[in-house]
Structure formats: C-alpha cells, structure tokens
C-alpha cells in the first residue's frame, strides 16, 4: 500500500506510538495530515526500550479503541504488529547481531537513568523508517530527548525523512498529557502540575533576565538557588526527583550558563509514587 501512494506521488507520514491513544497522540496525527496524503499511525509496545522492572507488562493497551480513533483522525494506515513479527520469536532461528549505540546524547537526562532505553527506542524508529519509508514523521516534544536522538539518527543513518516535532499537548491545569496518566492516585493528580510549572517558572526567570542583558553582554549565568529551590519545593510535596537540567541543544549537555541566541531545553522527571513525570519547555534566546 505504501509503495503504491509512492508510486503515485503522495507523500506519507508516520507517527509513531505505543497506543493508549490521547489527546496529544491526535494533535501529532493532525499535525502529519498537514505535511503529506497519507498518515500511517504505528501502535506497538515496544520491549527493547523498556528496562527489567519497568512498567512493560502493565503499560496500557487499547488497540481497539486506538483504531476507533484513529478512523475518526482520518488515518490511512495503522500498523499495529506483535512483538515475533517486529522481533521474531525465542524459538525462531533468527539471531540478533546488530545492535544501535549512542554516543553522547543519552548522557544525560533520561538516558541517565534509563539506560539502554534509547537504543531500544532507535532500534524500533529505524525498522519502522524502513517497513514505512515515510517522508515525514512526527513525533512529541513531551519526549524531547527522544526527539533530538532520533532526528540524529535520521541524519545520519541517511533516512530519507524529515523530523517534524509536535508540541505537548497539556490538561487545563498544565499537566503533560501521557498515556501513564491514568497510573497516577486522585492526590498525586492533584500535586503532578507542579512539574509544569516549575519549569516555566524557571524558563520565565531567565527569559526575563536575558531581556534585561545587554546585547553585547555574553553569557548570563544560571543562578544556583534556581535550580536548588524547586528542588526542594518537590521535596516538600512527595516528589522523587530524577533530574531537573538546562541542557544545550543539539548536544543535550548541561549548562550553568546561558549563551543569548542559542536554543535550550529545561527538562524534568520525577517520580510521583510509582508514576514516573516527564516534561520540558524550550528557551529560545534569541530578542526578538
């Protein structure tokens, strides 16, 4: 099918999901309408990126009501294999030689603390480039360090594909939308906005401290106790804090330092009872 809307000269989009569709998956597909005629929605649980004792076994599956959405979005395709037909099966003789490394970029950040996860995560994004040769694909900004290693993988693997980020589509009270949601105790709900907006807090502190440099200032220094105290704010209200990073881009490394005209990513994760809380903002430095 896919190579017949090539042979046609329709350009295809992918967006690529683990299902338990929401709101934020649909703004992707959406988004993916807008760059090509066809959209293929994959819905795979992928095993390789998910660490011994994580929530694999449990994480939510609702194919059939993904495919009802994905009717309604308006989707060509939706590609849901089973782990022997993305993997082959243990009794298979099918040996696995080859795997992905990463150099740099999964340092830090999630890669710090999930490790092995973003090789899983190109290992799935590289068979899914090549089962659906798409021109576009889309893929969330929730998941920002994602986003980055996989647009660098594209690049240099020499996928035909551009990499196009959706932006974090968010409840009316600034929680992150995440198919892990629904994991969360009425009380944790309640408290897990505070992620959101501790990082806009942070990022309106140094967007209102690079308004004030002057343009022939350099670099603006990021104060310590900003980082220190919302820290602390998520100790005093039940969070387990994973990290809370400035980090520069492309690199994804660290900074105490910020450089007006560059593009930045402050990025959180933390833990809220057995729920694991992800999100990010981007600072963009450039006056406008």
């Keep these: ?21 929401h709101d934020g998956h649909l703004s992707l597909i959406r988004q993916a309408k807008e760059h090509a005629a066809h959209v293929v929605v994959s819905v795979f649980v992928n095993p390789t990126q998910f660490a011994p004792g994580e929530d694999y076994e449990r994480y939510p599956r609702t194919l059939e009501t993904d495919m009802e959405k994905c009717r309604s979005e308006g989707v060509s395709l939706v590609f849901a294999p089973d782990r022997n037909e993305m993997y082959g099966s243990d009794d298979e003789e099918r040996p696995h030689y080859l795997s992905v490394r990463i150099s740099g970029m999964n340092r830090h950040l999630c890669g710090a603390s999930r490790p092995g996860h973003f090789e899983g995560v190109l290992q799935v994004v590289n068979k899914l480039f090549n089962i659906a040769r798409p021109d576009v694909a889309v893929f969330g900004q929730k998941d920002i360090q994602q986003w980055f290693i996989i647009r660098q993988m594209a690049e240099e693997f020499e ?24 994991y969360l105790s009425p009380d944790q709900r309640r408290k897990a906005p505070m992620l959101f907006a501790s990082l806009k807090r942070v990022s309106d502190t140094l967007r209102e401290q690079i308004l004030k440099q002057d343009a022939d200032s350099g670099e603006i220094p990021v104060p310590g106790t900003l ?23 492309p690199d994804l490394q660290p900074v105490d330092v910020i450089v007006p005209g560059r ?25 406008e």
Excluded at 14 to 19: A, H, I, S
Excluded at 227 to 249: H, M, P
Excluded at 270 to 277: C, D, E, I, V
């Design 159 to 182: 996928h035909p594909v551009e990499i196009l980020m959706g932006p974090t589509r968010r409840e009316s009270d600034g929680l992150a939308k995440s198919s892990r949601n629904v």
């Design 227 to 249: 980082l220190s105290g919302e820290k602390q704010r998520f100790a005093e209200n039940g969070f387990k804090l994973d990290y809370f990073s400035i980090v520069g881009t």
């Design 263 to 287: 593009l930045y990513v402050i990025a959180a994760a933390a833990w809220l009872g057995n729920t694991r809380l992800i999100d990010n903002v981007l600072l963009n430095t450039r006056k």
């Design 1 to 21: 099918m896919v190579s017949e809307w090539h042979r046609q000269g329709e350009r295809v989009a992918l967006v690529p999901t683990m299902g338990a569709l």
